[in-house]
C-alpha cells in the first residue's frame, strides 16, 4: 500500500522559514518515472501546485513562489523535503504532497495518491 | 484566476447526468495529458481520471474523462449524494516556464 505523509509545523511567524517533510512510503524515490509534488490549498480556496522532484533529481518550481521554495529528497531515508522561506500571513494553507507519475517527456502525468494533508497557519 | 478555467459550481438531481469543463490553451491541455481530482469536503484530493480517460482501479465507471482540442470534460452518471465534492481539472502547462496547473475548482451539488 502507498503512503504519503507530510510533517512539520503547525505555526510559524511572518519571515520565517517553513521546513516541511513529506515521508513516504510502498513505493521508492528512486522509481523510475516517479517523484513527489507539493501542493497546497488556503482555506476555503482552489490547489496550488508548488514544486516537484523527480527520481532522477529533476526539479521544478512554480513560477511565482520560485524563489522562496527548495526541495530535496532523501532516497534511503523515504523523504521529500520543502523548504520555503519569508512566510506570510497570506501563505497560511493545507500543505499535500502527492506521489507523481511521469511521462516519457519527463513531466508529471497525475498524482496518485495524496497525503492527508498538514494545515500550516502563519501568524505572529 | 487559474490557468484552466473551470465553472465555480454545477448540480443536478440524484440519478442524473453532470458534466464539468475545463478550458485551457495550447501550452497545457492541448499538448499534455489530464488529470481529474475529486475532494470530498475535509479530505484530501483524491485521483478520478488519468491520461485524459483513464479510470485508476476502484473508480467506478460512472466517471468519465474526455479531451478534445484546448478543453477536458469530466462526466459523472448515476449521481449520488456522496459525489458532493470539489472537483480540479490538472495538467502540465509547457510554456516558457513550464509548471503544473490546476483549475480552479467545481463544487457539485446533488439536490
Redesign the interface.
Known sequence: QVTLKESGPVLVKPTETLTLTCTVSGFSLSNARMGVSWIRQPPGKALEWLAHIFSNDEKSYSTSLKSRLTISKDTSKSQVVLTMTNMDPVDTATYYCARIFGGVTGTPNWFDPWGQGTLVTVSS | Q?VLTQPPSVSAAPGQKVTISCSGSSSNIGN??V?W?QQLPGT????LI??NNKR?SGIPDRFSGSKSGTSATLGITGLQTGDEADY?C?T?D?SL?????????TKLTVL
Open positions: 487559474s499534455n495529458y488529470s481530482y484530501a484530493p483524491k485521483l488519468y491520461d485508476p480540479y490538472g502540465w509547457s516556464s513550464a509548471h503544473w496547473v490546476f483549475g480552479g475548482g
